[in-house]
């Protein structure tokens, strides 16, 4: 049975509900109208700071700390409801403040970040008066396997010196990306897992070069984006290390939980929005002699996409529960299961859509084509279905055969 949400929680999700309607859903085409007219798509829309005020005043911001120090003090679970509103609008998460990677980053540097770090870096990020970026990934070796990354970081005296060729650093072409946080590794000849570290690059250190940016299926993601970024002979103060030498595959860890619950809230959001677009759309659309929504088989594809929306959702509240109750190691097995599931239901749904618009679906005028192209990376994100498949065979064979 679902465990209920808390009154804060409650008021949160209907809070949240209403913003979306009044506020995100209207303004969807005006950011993207004002970006497509701009001479550089790389700036700040107006509108945007101007919901963000908004949200902030109303209390719905950093809603995704578990902290009221810093956040709005809600469980995994809790959050996860909200989480799955923001997700039904790609411009929803930064007005909220609680965006990948910022929100991981943000997690870092609550989890493992010293009190100077904090100052510097956590606060203004906190405001949404910076961005961030995470630079892990190397077009040079397959990432899907961390101890691949080959980015050195070299201690030299009160330094590091920083060599890496980083891309899908998502953020980093944003005019207020101010921070990166970069994996490599500080010592080759260590045990497995303990030769990488993550270290803090403000990113106009000199050596950062944004080389290129990377769109997505065609999709800038603008003023947000991708790029990648290469650190060449980089030099940053030894006190930016995060937690110490070594610990970088423990704070990727303890990033990665939480995270993924958001990437598939987010997810079956998308799913929820495609599947409303989709009922509305068959029920004003004729052919052949009646609605579209008259047709069997397309009640079918709504009652595949509900029930799909359902399992994918449970699962991934299962799973946060789990992150609550018994931590994250705990629930790795439930974790890589919704990171499998969540994104496969959001595609399936987001298709079905695309096919009842037609010629509309895979077009700029409504938001099915890029949630779809989003969604598809999700397979990819924070580890491909394959790594997540293999562990959990490997946990599931380990439970059978005790």
């Known amino acids: 049975m679902l465990k209920e949400l808390s009154p804060k929680a409650a008021e949160l999700q209907k809070n949240l509900t209403e913003f979306m309607e009044e506020y995100i859903y209207p303004n969807e085409s005006k950011v993207e109208q004002y970006l497509d007219e701009a001479e550089d798509r790389w700036t700040i829309p107006p509108l945007i700071e101007e919901l963000k005020g908004k949200a902030k005043s109303q209390g719905l911001w950093n809603l995704f700390l578990p902290d009221t120090e810093h956040g709005a003090g809600l469980s ?25 990677p910022d929100t991981g980053n943000m997690e870092v540097f609550v989890k493992y970040g010293t009190d100077e770090q904090k100052k510097r870096w956590l606060e203004p990020l906190l405001e949404g008066k910076i961005r961030s970026c995470f630079s892990m990934t190397e077009p040079d070796v397959a990432s899907s396997d961390a101890t691949n990354i080959q980015s050195s970081i070299v201690r030299e005296g009160d330094e590091y010196v920083i060599n890496a060729k980083k891309w899908w650093s998502s953020g980093a072409m944003d ?13 080759p000849d260590a045990p497995k897992h303990q030769q990488q570290s993550m270290i803090l690059v403000p990113f106009n250190t000199p050596g950062v070069e944004v080389k290129r940016y990377l769109p997505v299926f065609g999709y800038d993601h603008a003023p947000h984006g991708h790029a990648e970024v290469h650190y060449n002979n980089v030099r940053v103060p030894a006190s930016n290390i ?29 799913a929820e929005r495609a599947l409303d677009l989709l009922c509305k759309r068959a029920s004003e659309r004729e052919a052949f002699g009646s609605t579209l929504a008259e047709k069997d088989v397309i009640r ?25 109750t018994e931590g994250a190691k705990a629930a790795r097995k439930e974790i890589a299961m919704i990171k499998i599931a969540a994104p496969r239901v959001s595609l399936n749904v987001i298709d079905r859509a695309i096919q009842v618009f037609g010629g509309a679906g895979v077009s700029d005028d409504f938001p099915l084509a890029a949630h779809w ?3 598809r990376t999700l397979r990819l994100v924070d580890g491909p279905d394959q790594v997540h498949l293999r562990d959990v065979g490997r946990l599931e064979l380990r439970e059978q055969l005790k």
């Not at 079918?300 to 509900?306: D, K, L």
Request: with cysteine; glycine share 10%.
């Open 373 to 375: 192209a989003n969604a």
């Open 300 to 324: 079918e594809v709504i009652a595949e996409s509900r029930i799909e929306i359902e399992q994918a959702r449970l699962l991934t509240l299962h799973a946060a529960h789990k992150i609550d």
């Open 175 to 187: 005019p207020r990306c101010e921070i990166a946080i970069v994996m490599g590794k500080t010592d």
């Open 242 to 270: 995060l937690l110490g030498e070594g610990r970088g595959f423990e704070i990727a860890q303890g990033r990665l939980g939480p995270g993924r619950i958001h990437h598939c809230m987010r997810a079956i959001g998308a």
């Open 76 to 100: 995994n679970y809790e959050y996860a409801h909200l989480c799955e509103i923001m997700g039904r609008s790609l411009l929803a998460p930064e007005i909220f403040n609680c965006n990948a």
